[in-house]
């Protein structure tokens, strides 16, 4: 009896054990699986407008795509392959959604979908070869892109021109999607929610120009508001009154001392036609009497009267 009790006590440990065995096993299957899948993501990194900065240290092969793209859902396949490869070749290999990233669209100037670029420690460079996993491998192993002349400093991602253009970007995603709110949650026409947009852009615009005009009268503010700008305009008309006062005094003086001159000239001709009519002149007889010298006084008092 006490075997039996034994053996059944022995058998039940055995499934217990084994019951234990699988459990553990199971759960360990359980949590390695999704480390695995886990791990074929993490491959495939995604760029956004917050981290797209750590593409800027490093190895990068960028893809700018969009759900709707045929050609993009073409290459995703091939890029998730390539993308399995990039821990061995030392390379980070990443995605950017245009449409859910706006701001990196016109950061990067995507103009046709997909766009893929590489990038050296903020060197960037635009991938144009054929677009296979064994092209893509090849690129980055024999370091074709070296061949490959970079992005201008100007039209970089992280210049000033860039950086305009995403905040552009940006500002007409937001624009979109308020309009999207105004048209399909609120129920407004779509001539109505034009109407809101030029309201809004044209208040927008006068509180521009009133700050601007706020900012250039405090950086160069105007001369009446200045404590003595009254007092010197006052000053300033003063002195041009004298000036003027005084030039013309100056101008009626010339005008009297011309005419004395001109009335000294007429009294010194008169006295010198006298002395020259007293005289006898040369190459004429003495006997020039007084009666020529009447005829040339005479004459010159006719010539006077006829010039008055």
């Given amino acids: 009896m006490a075997s039996l009790l034994d053996y059944e006590v022995g058998t039940a440990r055995k499934h217990v054990h084994w019951r ?11 949590l390695k699986a999704p480390q695995t899948v886990l791990a074929k993501k993490d491959s495939l990194k995604e760029v956004t407008d917050g981290n797209w900065e750590d593409i800027l240290t490093g190895e990068w092969m960028i893809e700018f795509f969009a759900p709707w793209c045929p050609a993009c859902r073409q290459l995703q396949p091939v890029w998730g392959e390539f993308a ?3 821990e061995d070749l030392g390379v ?3 995605k950017v959604d245009v449409t ?11 103009t046709s979908l997909p766009t893929i670029y590489h990038c050296k420690d903020g060197v960037f460079r635009r991938y144009q070869g054929p677009r296979t996993k064994e092209d893509f491998l090849s690129f980055i192993d024999e370091k ?15 210049s000033f021109l860039m950086n305009s253009m995403s905040a552009l970007f940006k500002l007409s995603m937001f624009i979109r999607h ?4 105004l048209t399909e949650q ?3 026409p779509v001539w109505g929610s034009y109407v809101i947009f030029a309201l809004a ?24 508001f200045q404590s003595n700008y009254y007092q010197s305009r006052k000053q300033l008309s003063e002195a041009r009154l004298r000036q003027q006062l005084e030039d013309e005094q100056m101008a009626d003086g010339e005008e009297d001392d011309e005419e004395e001159e001109d009335e000294e000239d007429e009294n010194g001709s008169r006295e010198d036609l006298w002395r020259k009519g007293r005289r006898s002149p040369e190459g004429l007889p003495e006997t020039f009497g007084d009666e020529a010298l009447r005829r040339r006084v005479l004459a010159a008092r006719q010539e006077e009267e006829e010039d008055t």
């Fill in 178 to 181: 308020c309009h999207n709110y």
């Fill in 20 to 30: 234990t065995f699988m459990v553990l096993f199971s759960v360990f299957v359980f």
């Fill in 84 to 86: 399995e490869w990039g």
């Fill in 201 to 224: 852009t044209l208040f927008s615009g006068l509180v521009l120009g009133l700050i601007l005009v706020f900012i250039a009268d405090f950086v160069f503010p105007s001369r009446r």
């Fill in 92 to 94: 980070n290999i990443a």
């Fill in 100 to 110: 859910e990233q706006p701001g990196l669209s016109g950061r990067f100037i995507i």
């Fill in 144 to 158: 074709k892109w070296q061949t490959i002349e970079p992005v201008s400093s100007w039209f970089g991602p992280s």
């Fill in 186 to 188: 609120l129920g407004i």
